[in-house]
């Protein structure tokens, strides 16, 4: 079997491959053995600090055990892991999105500079998990993922007569609600933000092993899992069966099926586009809504009681694909080596009220809609799956901010009216520069009990955003989108059955407006960020570095 790693001791330099082979014999490593057994690299991003990843090193373990017994070799190295939680609601957001292409670069360039022969990458969190997909695509090396697994909430381990984890559903109970907002294991947080939202769709896109994404953390079976994904990698070298293999635009098609039927965070609509672009698949919101016929099927946190738990005890996301199957392109490869559809004929429903048939979903709107109007000319994105019927149509006036701290001081004080739409701009990926988080504001207006009140934003929001909040607003307000015109009182209206997002002020008002605009630039420390802000593309494309 020829191999990328033949490099080390046979290239056409002999005092080369002697200065090579000599320096793994100082890591350790047995030479005579790897002339004949594949090099796999394992991509981990465990940190002690972050509650996902932080059993990442034991999984770690058993997957270079499983590479192992399967006759392979292997070597582990560790990218960043911020956590979104700990960021949030204070200047660190700023970075976190960034970072996101960061470790696809380090990964990629590392990779292509060590003669490794295929790749395991584990993640958990938000940033880390698409980062691994980018890098995994653009490497298009014999490369598969292992999933961090969902954490549990600690609201499951006290009385709990809601048998729900959702925090909506203990606004009026300070202790269960804190319980809905405290990690208890390892783990992503239970709910389906943008952690679960891509360890669910990598099972749609076939990178993982079937099954595997949903176990929790803290479970053994994640450990067998972790094991068996090392003894896969070595049979997918010896098959030459690669990355792109699997990252092909049907497999993309699946994945937006998916996030939609799973209610996913609007971090979707950011992060699809970024895999699809390293992958040299062409992609666009348009295909959001190509997908518009397909229901919320799962009413998992925040847009329901379930958790992630909850899933995987109902047959995990084979299941939940074995429902969908009318909706997917089945013939699609996966890591496994056998179509989609393999997957799909051994899941079971274990549970149809968890995951039910495609007949009786949980809601029957997609769970992700993009809207347009004279606001966001190019795009808005609205996670509608968390938006109460009644607030599927709002309008009111606008009070507007150019900070999250500031509208988070706002609300505190009572300033804000029952029926604002509160207008957060100038933080789209330019403009913050690195489109932070929203979660802060919205979760502020919701423990303040402003449940009819509206936020629209050119940044973003975690998956455990819900109420009529939209984020991606493109042209964001630094490249000169209408949203940077918006004044207070202005009226604007969200229609979700729409698709539009509309501010109802004239083209006169607006174009002198324009003309007398002194654009608002945020700061951005010396480094990295600027360099950020000059060559990020805006959110509509993914928010990649051009």
Known sequence: MSKRSDIISNSASPIMNLFRTGLLHGAGYDTAKLKNRPLIAIANSHTELTTGHAHLDKLARKVHDGILAAGGECAEFNVPA????????????????????????MLETHIRSQPYDGIVFIAGCDKINPAMMMAM?????????????PGQMDVRNTSNPKNSIDHGDYHDDPFHLSKTATCATCGACEIMGTANTFQCIAEALGICLPGSSNIPGWHADKLAAARSTGERIVGMVKENLNARQMFTPAAFRNAVVTAMAIGGSTNTALHLPAIAHAAEVPFSTDDFDAAND??????????????MQD???????PAVLKQLASKLDT?????????????????????PVVIPPLDKPFRQLPGITILRGNLAPETAVIKQSGVSPDMLRCKGPAICFN?????????????????????????????????????????????????SAALITDGRFSGGTSGPCVGHICPEASAGGPIALVEDGDEIEIDIPGKTLTLHVDEVTLAARRAALVPYERPAPHGFMQRYRKHVLPASQGAVLD
């Not at 911020?82 to 204070?90: E, F, L, S």
């Not at 397909?294 to 958790?307: C, D, E, F, K, R």
């Not at 899933?311 to 996301?317: C, D, H, L, R, T």
């Not at 789209?428 to 929203?438: N, R, T, W």
Request: glycine content about 12%; overall charge neutral; charged content about 20%.
């Open 82 to 105: 911020p956590c979104d939680g700990v960021a949030m609601a204070h200047d660190g957001m700023r970075f976190v999105l960034a970072q996101r292409d960061l470790i696809a670069d």
């Open 137 to 149: 695509a653009r490497l298009d090396l014999p490369a598969i993922y292992l999933a961090a697994g």
């Open 294 to 307: 397909i229901p919320t099927l799962l009413a998992v946190s925040p847009n329901g009681p379930h958790g």
């Open 311 to 317: 899933i995987w005890q109902a047959g995990g996301m």
């Open 331 to 351: 013939g699609v490869m996966t890591v496994t080596g056998k179509p989609l559809r393999a997957t799909i004929e051994a899941a079971v429903v274990r549970n």
């Open 403 to 451: 900070s999250e701290e500031e509208a988070i001081k706002a609300i505190g004080e009572g300033r804000i009216a029952k029926n604002n739409v509160v207008v957060l701009r100038y933080l789209g990926p330019q403009g913050a520069p690195g489109m932070p988080e929203m979660l802060g504001a919205t979760m502020a207006l919701k423990m303040a009990g402003y449940r």
